[in-house]
């Protein structure tokens, strides 16, 4: 590619990531009012908003049925069983804590997947990887502030949250050398969504039934703009760098934060920017580091 259009593409990608994390930031915040504010049940509000982004994603989505084709259908049930239970302590956090607390958390999920490379796929960690992994985690803590009176155990499910999509994204990582993009596409679509719908019929877990038609609008638009968010993700990472995307994700924050404020009045302290600065400190850390090691190896 031309460096002119190399650089035009990096820009397309970056402009999709922004737009990505505001619609995100525009998902929480629909979230969050039905849940918070609407008391719609976290378990019901997750199944509607991924059961609609699943129909308007599906034209994008379409494979042929070769890509059924498996021998790790085990494998494929628990990635995506990770991922549904990281959606849904994702929902019950939005359901308890402000959106400034909980995206900052979910911001853990890379330090998680440095762990976990370490723990379970036996990659080499570097002693300043390890570094930045404590220092992420010194950023989570000074958010979650567990010495405050308003901490409570509902503080912990963005963190749960960004663990369990850490160990999906593990299992990704790990199945790409014998399962084909389409494949691992097809298998999270196709079991997504029958996941959250069992979890939304189990007892006390709220249903199905919406019976407030501000709760159904909502949940229209959180779905809408998951499926539109995916969509930009998948283009921007089709266009740009990973490496060069990654930064432009950390802009999901102010959005959050600008759209907690002006929707539920949550102003966040000042140690909710103190711990932020350091988890995405680190996030970059470990970035840079990885991209040195592989220029390393090539």
């Known amino acids: 590619m031309k460096p002119d259009l190399a650089i035009a593409s990096a820009g397309r990608g970056a402009l999709l990531m922004v737009a990505a994390g505001a619609m995100f930031a525009g998902v929480n915040t629909m979230l969050q009012y039905a849940t918070m504010t609407l008391g719609v049940a976290a378990p019901t509000a997750t199944f509607w908003q991924y059961g609609i982004a699943l129909l308007a994603l599906l034209p994008w989505q379409a494979v042929g049925l070769s890509a059924f084709a498996t021998r790790r259908l085990p494998a494929h049930v628990l990635r995506v069983a990770f991922g549904v239970g990281g959606v849904q302590l994702w929902g019950f956090g939005l359901a308890h804590v402000p959106i400034w607390q909980a995206i900052s958390l979910i911001m853990l999920s890379p330090f998680f997947v440095t762990i976990g490379a370490a723990l379970l796929l036996r990659e080499q960690v570097t ?46 990582k790990q199945m790409t050398a014998t399962e084909t993009p389409a494949t691992l596409t097809l298998y999270l679509l196709a ?34 703009l998951t499926a539109l968010a995916q969509y930009a993700l998948a283009r921007a990472y089709a266009i ?18 600008g759209l907690g404020i002006l929707a539920f009045g949550f102003v966040p302290p000042g140690s909710m920017w103190i711990g932020s600065g350091l988890i995405i400190a680190a996030s970059l850390w470990l970035l840079a580091d990885e991209a040195r090691s592989a220029g390393r190896a090539a």
């Not at 992994?133 to 009176?149: C, N, R």
């Not at 709760?215 to 959180?222: H, R």
């Not at 740009?240 to 802009?251: E, G, I, M, R, S």
């Open 127 to 172: 002693a300043a990887r390890w570094l930045a992994v404590l220092v992420g985690f010194a950023g989570g803590t000074v958010i979650l502030a567990p010495w405050s009176d308003a901490f409570t155990a509902w503080t912990l499910a963005p963190v749960g949250a960004a663990a369990l999509w850490a160990a999906a994204s593990l299992m990704t």
């Open 191 to 224: 079991l997504l969504t029958p996941l959250n719908f069992a979890l939304a019929l189990l007892p006390d877990a709220g249903g199905l039934a919406i019976n407030s038609v501000n709760a159904i609008l909502a949940l229209a638009v959180a779905g809408l």
């Open 240 to 257: 740009a760098d990973a490496a060069f995307l990654q930064p432009f994700d950390h802009v999901k924050l102010p959005f959050n934060v």
